[in-house]
């Protein structure tokens, strides 16, 4: 399918998770999420259940949304990181693989420049996951992979949905 | 953009209520949300200006029940209405699975409505999607208002490829979870054909 369409099997999650937990002890995060740019969780680390993660997921969407028309309006691509300062809590958020976005939550325990420089690393490594996961769903469109299980839906499926 | 996590077992589907101004968006995805058991829905975000008109977007994850051991939920946006937030009306449509045109019956408000559909259209169409081929659900609300234009008339003008058309009272509820499901349903459908 088109590059509206992701689908992520459970080894390359897996792979993912892990490159997060990495991240997160590299860095001394609090908790680092990996969102997709509509706003949708694709995979997280750390101390995950302090937050709401839905709802950052979809405002750090829309903030880079935002932040990215921003940027083209003065006529730049993109602003790769975005930096949020409070008082005991801080996030950056960075793009990863044009089509992914970091969130790393961290407090005194790390800085702004480890976190900077183990994003910078990560960042490498969910690219080329993702470059991996592209590729796979490439080849999988043209043989008509049977693994989906949504082939099969039928009418009674979707209705028992709303009637539960 | 449907995300399908098959670590997590789950499927994720974006849903953007588009319209003109003051035409109940937010108050569709209010009844919803006040309606939906509190293990099946997420926090209701509303970026929203001092006077409660929608800035950027609301947003409102629900979590419709499972297909073959997969959790379908549904990530539902609404846009800002008023014609100078066109910016961030097309940043809302990213990615964009399913929409619902929440139409405002009123007469004084039919210009207002087709201008918003144009609007829909040229935006879908900056991200190469054309509203012809996208699951799309119409929705006349503010039906509870007396001497509203009839639907009939209302049809001619607004209803795009005939798709699914509902009348509904966003404040009542009158035809909402209609309004949803028939969205919802075209978008599992397409699935199908992946
Ligand atoms: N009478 C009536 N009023 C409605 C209905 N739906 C919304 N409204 C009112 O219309 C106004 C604008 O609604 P809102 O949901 O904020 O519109 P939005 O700009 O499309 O998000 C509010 O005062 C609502 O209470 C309806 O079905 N009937
Ligand atoms: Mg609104």
């Known amino acids: 399918m088109s590059s509206t369409f992701l689908e992520v099997y459970e080894e390359e999650f897996e792979r993912l998770a892990e490159a997060l937990r990495r991240l997160r002890y590299a860095s001394n995060a609090e908790a680092i ?27 750090t969407a829309g903030n880079v949304a935002a932040t ?32 992914a976005i970091l969130l790393v939550i961290f407090n005194e325990r790390s800085s702004l420049g480890l976190v900077r420089l183990r994003v910078r690393r990560a960042s490498e490594e969910l690219e080329q996951i993702f470059r991996e996961i592209s590729e796979r769903s ?10 989906s299980p949504f082939w099969e839906i039928t009418d009674e499926d979707i209705d028992s949905l709303f009637n539960e | 953009m449907t995300f399908i996590n098959y670590a997590a077992k789950e499927i994720n589907c974006k849903i953007v209520y588009y319209g003109p101004g003051l035409g109940g968006k937010t108050t569709n995805l209010q009844h919803i949300y006040t309606k939906t058991a509190p293990d099946r829905k997420g926090k209701m ?83 190469g999607l054309k509203l012809v081929s996208l699951p799309y659900t119409l929705q006349f609300n503010k ?8 639907t009939d008339e209302m049809y001619r003008m607004l209803n795009y490829k005939r798709e699914p058309t509902f009348e509904a009272s966003a404040t009542t509820g009158f035809g909402v979870f209609e309004t949803l499901k028939s969205v919802a349903k075209q978008i599992l459908i397409e699935l199908r054909k992946k």
């Open chain 2, 143 to 150: 039906r509870d208002i007396p001497s509203v234009m009839p």
């Open chain 1, 33 to 59: 999420f990996l969102i997709d740019k509509n706003g949708q969780q694709i995979a997280a680390a750390g101390d995950v259940e302090n937050f709401d993660s839905t709802s950052l997921a979809s405002l």
């Open chain 2, 45 to 127: 975000i509303s970026l929203a200006t001092e006077t409660d008109r929608t800035l950027f977007f609301d947003f409102l994850p629900l979590d419709l029940g499972s297909i073959r051991g997969f959790t379908t939920r549904f990530h539902l946006y609404t846009v800002p209405g008023q014609v100078f937030y066109d910016a961030s009306r097309k940043l809302i449509l990213k990615g964009v699975d399913g929409v619902v045109f929440v139409a405002d019956s009123q007469a004084e408000r039919m210009e207002a409505n087709v201008e918003s559909i144009r609007n829909l259209e040229s935006n879908l169409d900056d991200y």
């Open chain 1, 68 to 99: 990215d028309g921003l940027a083209k309006l003065i006529g730049e691509r993109e602003f790769s990181v975005l930096f949020h300062e409070g008082e005991r809590d801080h996030i950056h958020i960075s793009l990863v693989a044009e089509r």
């Open chain 1, 138 to 147: 490439a080849a999988e469109a043209d043989e008509q992979s049977p693994a």
